[in-house]
C-alpha cells in the first residue's frame, strides 16, 4: 500500500472518532502529509491539525487551534487572502499540542501491529491536551478574560500567532477591554521606534496597524460583525 493510501486510512478512522465529537469539517492535504478537522461552535471554529511522517504513519504532531469568525472578518479587510497568510487562526494551545515524548509514546502503538491501537492512542491525546483547551475557551470573552487579561503582555505570542497585534487589538476592541487605548497607545510607539530602524521590514505592517485602529476607532466593524452578532 501506497504511504499516500496508507495516511488516508489512518485519516479515515481518525474522522470517525472525530465526528463522534461534534467535527463535521475534514480536509486531506497530501501535498504536506496533514489531516484537518473543524467544529463550528457559534462565533468560534475549533480546528485540529495533523501531520504525519513523510516516509510512513508516524505521526509527527497533533496541533489544536481557535478561530474567532468575527476577527476574522474585520482581519480580512486588511489581510484579503488570510488562508495563504495563514492568518486565519487565532488561537494556538500554548502547549503546542503536546511534548515530543508524547508522540513517540502514541508511535509505539505502531508496534502491535493493531491500527486500531494507535487510533486510540490518538484519540486519547486529543482528549488529554486539545478537547481541554477547546473547552476552556467557549467564547471570545473567555479568550479576553483568561488570556489576555491573565496572561502577562511579552507571553501573548505564546498564544497569538500571525499578526498577532492585530488580533490582540481586536478581540480587546469587540470585547471593550479598558486595557484597549493603552496597549493601542504603547504599540504605536513601539512600532514607530521598529520603523525608524527598519522602514522596509516594518512600515507596511506599521501602516497596517494604524489603519485597523482607525477602522476600530471609527466603529466601521459594526457593520461588518452585526450579522454574527444577530445569529
Given at each position: ?9 489512518i485519516f479515515s478512522l481518525v ?6 465529537l461534534?467535527f463535521s ?9 496533514s489531516?484537518y478537522?473543524k467544529?463550528?461552535?457559534g462565533l468560534?471554529?475549533?480546528l ?13 504532531y ?12 474585520i482581519?480580512k ?6 488562508s495563504?497568510n ?7 494551545n500554548?502547549?503546542?499540542g ?7 509514546k502514541?508511535?509505539e502503538?505502531?508496534?502491535t ?8 492512542a490518538?484519540m486519547?491525546?486529543i482528549?488529554?491536551?486539545?478537547l481541554p483547551?477547546?473547552?476552556?475557551y467557549p467564547t471570545?470573552e ?14 501573548y ?11 490582540i ?13 493603552s496597549?493601542?497607545s504603547?504599540?504605536?510607539?513601539i ?9 522596509q521590514?516594518?512600515?507596511t505592517?506599521?501602516e497596517?496597524?494604524?489603519?485597523l ?9 459594526l457593520?461588518?460583525?452585526?450579522k454574527?452578532?444577530?445569529?
Open positions: 500500500m501506497s504511504i499516500l493510501n496508507q495516511h488516508k486510512k474522522q470517525v472518532e472525530l465526528e463522534k461534534g469539517e475534514f480536509e486531506h492535504d497530501p501535498v504536506f502529509y489531516f478537522a467544529k463550528n461552535e468560534l471554529s475549533y485540529i491539525s495533523f501531520h504525519l511522517s513523510t516516509k510512513d504513519i508516524t505521526l509527527n497533533v496541533r489544536g487551534y481557535i478561530m474567532i469568525n468575527p476577527v476574522n472578518k482581519l479587510q486588511f489581510i484579503p487572502d488570510l495563504d495563514n492568518e486565519l487562526i487565532t488561537l494556538k500554548h502547549i503546542n503536546g511534548k515530543q515524548e508524547d508522540f513517540k502514541i508511535n502503538r505502531l508496534k501491529k493493531k491500527t486500531g491501537d494507535y487510533i486510540t490518538i486519547e491525546h482528549k488529554k491536551i486539545d483547551f477547546f473547552n476552556k471570545m473567555t479568550i479576553n478574560q483568561e488570556i489576555i487579561d491573565k496572561v502577562p503582555e511579552e507571553d505570542f505564546e498564544w497569538f500567532n500571525g499578526a498577532a497585534l492585530n488580533k487589538i481586536i478581540i480587546m476592541k469587540l470585547c471593550n477591554n479598558p486595557k484597549y487605548e496597549y493601542k504603547k504599540n504605536i510607539k512600532g514607530l521606534q521598529f520603523v525608524k530602524q527598519n522602514p521590514m516594518w512600515k505592517k506599521y497596517r496597524y494604524i489603519s485602529i482607525n477602522f476600530l476607532d471609527s466603529g466601521k466593524y457593520k461588518i460583525i452585526e454574527d452578532n444577530m445569529a
